[in-house]
């Protein structure tokens, strides 16, 4: 999933001082899962501005709205009943959902209310860690199902460096050498042999190397 | 004008603060009437938004009252309930509340005598701390 974390408080308030009347709009996928931007942290946020506003001595009026995905335009299309109420959305959907809302009401402001961070999985209640970085050119298949991109400090494509040590990486203890849990499952799975192969230089043309990128599906694209 | 008298809301878990509150009485205990207990099925059950309503709604003070360490019904609401209203102080100084006036304390269902003193010291320690500046500043408006 895609994870975020809420921004600060002072941040936000400072994107919607100008404004009287916010619509705040949450996202019912990833960021509801990472408890940063679903319904229940659209309430949390609504009740805390109000109340900093209020003691400032102004009524903001929030408007509070949690959709079932915010970077699809079917779902984003919902807010037109609401959005002339509105003098400025905030969004608390990761990057993919500010821009969608920016996309279709061009003359609303819309702000950012959480940081996107990174593509992560749950590794237990309440931490969420990378996993991949969409390299666009997947090597879990060779690197027994872990990945050097995402894990591995320097994105070595063939691991480790010196700066592993008892299975940490030199940046901090508490960060896994992701070459050593490489190492580690493919002994496991009895496929040391595939070590030995050298990984080529990636081409990095599929990532962020060659822009921004898109993907078209000719059997669904209109 | 009138000498300020906080309103202080109390989360109490059915199975410790809440009967806590009932031994008080049994022991002819008195303690503030300032405090508005709220009866919940565990500590753990207390959210954040029901903090930030609570506060929202005129609350000087609140506090959310679990059971010991160990003795939680539910294994470890109690817990996650400290950590919460840890998370939601930090969240009360952002906005500008003050995340003093949010405690977490832990009472068992036979200590009658400390669910009135705390009642007492959270009473004391809101009244020296004044009205909560939202609802004092909704007033003004």
């Not at chain 1, 408007?63 to 079917?74: A, S």
């Not at chain 1, 919902?78 to 959305?89: C, K, R, T």
């Not at chain 2, 539910?74 to 939601?88: D, E, H, Q, Y």
Request: aromatic content about 6%; overall charge neutral.
């Amino acid at each position: 999933m895609i994870t975020a974390e809420r921004k600060p408080l002072e941040e936000i308030i400072a994107y919607v001082r100008p404004f009287d009347r916010i619509l705040l709009v949450g996202c019912n996928e990833c960021v509801t899962v990472c408890a940063a931007g679903g319904r229940k942290e659209v309430g949390i946020l609504s009740s805390a501005l109000q109340m900093a506003f209020l003691k400032q001595g102004k009524n903001l009026q929030v408007k509070e709205h949690t959709l079932e995905r915010q970077c699809d335009p079917e779902y984003v299309e919902e807010l037109s009943s609401m959005i002339d109420g509105a003098d400025a959305v905030l969004s608390m959907a990761c990057g993919c959902g500010v821009q969608e809302v920016a996309r279709r009401y061009r003359d609303k402001p819309v702000f950012p209310a959480v940081n996107t961070t990174f593509m992560g999985a749950s590794e237990r209640q309440g931490v969420w860690a990378e996993r991949c970085q969409g390299c666009g050119d997947c090597l879990l298949g060779i690197t027994g199902g872990i990945c050097p991109i995402a894990r591995c400090s320097k994105q070595l494509l063939n691991g480790p460096c010196g700066g592993s040590t008892h299975g940490k990486c030199e940046i901090s203890p508490d960060v896994d050498c992701a070459w050593q849990l490489i190492w580690d499952r493919l002994k496991a799975l009895g496929l040391e042999n595939r070590y030995e192969e050298i990984i080529p230089a990636k081409d990095w043309r599929t990532g962020r190397g060659g822009g921004p990128r898109k993907i078209i599906r000719e059997d669904l694209a209109e | 004008m009138k000498p300020f008298e906080p309103v202080i809301v109390a989360f109490c878990c059915h199975y410790c603060a809440y009967t806590a509150a009932d031994m008080a009485g049994s022991q002819r205990r008195c303690y503030p009437p300032n405090v508005r207990i709220v009866r919940v099925p565990c500590s753990g059950k207390v959210d954040t938004i029901h903090i930030l309503k609570a506060f929202e709604k005129g609350a000087d003070g609140i506090y959310v009252a679990g059971c010991l360490d160990g003795d939680c019904h539910f294994k470890n609401g109690n817990i996650r309930a400290s950590r919460r209203v840890a998370s939601v102080k930090g969240l009360l100084d952002e906005i500008g509340i003050g995340g003093e006036r949010l405690e977490m304390v832990k009472i068992s269902a036979g200590m009658g005598d400390r669910f009135a003193d705390i009642a007492e010291q959270m009473t004391e320690k809101i009244r020296k701390l004044g009205p909560n500046p939202i609802h004092a500043a909704r007033t003004a408006a």
